[in-house]
Nanobody, 125 residues
Framework: QVQVVESGGGLVQAGGSLRLSCAASGSIFSINTMGWYRQAPGKQRELIAT???????NYADSVRGRFTITRDNAKNTVDLQMNSLKPEDTAVYYC???????????????????WGQGTQVTVSS
């Protein structure tokens, strides 16, 4: 079993900052890409940032230059630093991890995507 848990959402004024954190735990052999999606009311889920195990990053145009994704491979965690927040950043933010699950001391199966439960970010104008 693999669990992914987010934390750090909340309410902030426009122009402010928030930091989201995500931790993957359980029977993990390795994790390839980790990242963040968001979904605003009435809109499709949007991929906003990804980071590989080698720390290569990619961002959606809507957040590039304002958001920064970082990762700690030893702890299986990924963070999203969000600066210069705008009301249109209001959404539920979901973390995901592309995991090879451990089925033995040196054996894994996958990779499969595992998702967190989501954390609400609300930016007031």
């Amino acid at each position: 079993q693999v669990q992914v848990v987010e934390s750090g959402g909340g309410l902030v004024q426009a122009g402010g900052s928030l930091r989201l954190s995500c931790a993957a735990s359980g029977s993990i052999f390795s994790i390839n890409t980790m990242g963040w999606y968001r979904q605003a009311p009435g809109k499709q889920r949007e991929l906003i940032a990804t980071i590989t195990s080698g720390s290569s990053t990619n961002y959606a145009d809507s957040v590039r230059g304002r958001f920064t994704i970082t990762r700690d491979n030893a702890k299986n965690t990924v963070d999203l630093q969000m600066n210069s927040l705008k009301p249109e950043d209001t959404a539920v933010y979901y973390c995901y991890a592309h995991v090879v699950a451990a089925i033995g001391p040196s054996t894994g199966i996958g990779p499969y995507d595992y998702w967190g439960q989501g954390t609400q970010v609300t930016v007031s104008s």
